[in-house]
């Protein structure tokens, strides 16, 4: 039932790009997604419905190919405030996390 | 102006013990949640209120009870703590099937 992410953990230079991507093996309704710093609770990146509709992060986006049950999010000219563990969210009535994936940006 | 609070923020004590969370929102959210995040960053539901009635209770021991005296509060409290209940616990709150803002989390640590 839990989401699975890939990859499991990445290292960039401020600038590059990155791709996480989350997978399901159930029908999904909407995928979140969220960003939690070391020590730090977990904060709301964005929210993607069935039908297309976004909601979120200025600089981040993501997709949402509902067929293949899977989610991918794009983090563009990463900035060092990008570094964290990010977890996707999968909604079927409650929220149920991936394992998360973690990010490091360095100068 | 905090939007989801928890206290204590950290909560060292014994096995055996009994102890409680508290969490409130002023955000005006009608959903409450209780997750769990274990040493491996696993983040996991536990319970979910809305408008004061359960709606979500994982399989969860018995010996954690939620209880939500309104809409802007849910507590947890946990009898005979264990090792094993050694985690981080965030409360968080939404309007139902949107983002969920969560609190600073309360450390939990069983000896």
């Known amino acids: 039932q839990q989401p699975v992410q890939s990859p499991q953990a990445v290292i960039l230079r401020e600038g590059e790009d990155a791709v996480i991507n989350c997978s399901s093996s159930k029908a999904l309704y909407s995928v979140h997604w969220y960003r939690q710093k070391h020590g730090e609770a977990p904060v709301f990146l964005m929210i993607?419905?069935?039908?297309?509709e976004q909601k979120g992060h200025e600089k981040i986006s993501a997709s949402f190919n509902e067929k293949k049950q899977q989610s991918s999010l794009y983090l563009t000219a990463s900035q060092l405030s990008y570094s964290g563990t990010y977890f996707c969210?999968?909604?079927?009535?409650?929220?149920?996390f991936g394992q998360g994936t973690e990010l490091s940006v360095k100068p | 102006d905090t939007a989801v609070s928890q206290t204590p923020k950290y909560l060292v004590t014994q096995m055996g013990n009994d102890k409680s969370i508290k969490c409130e929102q002023n955000?005006?959210?009608?959903?409450m949640y209780w997750y769990k995040q274990d040493s491996k960053k696993f983040l996991k539901i536990m319970f979910s209120y809305n408008n004061k009635e359960l709606i979500i209770n994982e399989t969860v021991p018995n010996r954690f009870s939620p209880k939500s005296p309104d809409k802007a509060h849910l507590n947890l409290h946990i009898n005979s703590l264990e090792l094993g209940d050694s985690a981080v616990y965030f409360c968080?709150?939404?309007?139902?099937?949107?983002?969920?803002?969560f609190g600073p989390g309360t450390r939990l640590t069983v000896t």
């Open positions: 955000l005006g959210h009608d959903t």
């Open positions: 969210g999968t909604e079927t009535g409650k929220l149920i």
């Open positions: 993607l419905l069935k039908g297309g």
């Open positions: 968080a709150s939404s309007e139902t099937g949107y983002e969920q803002y």
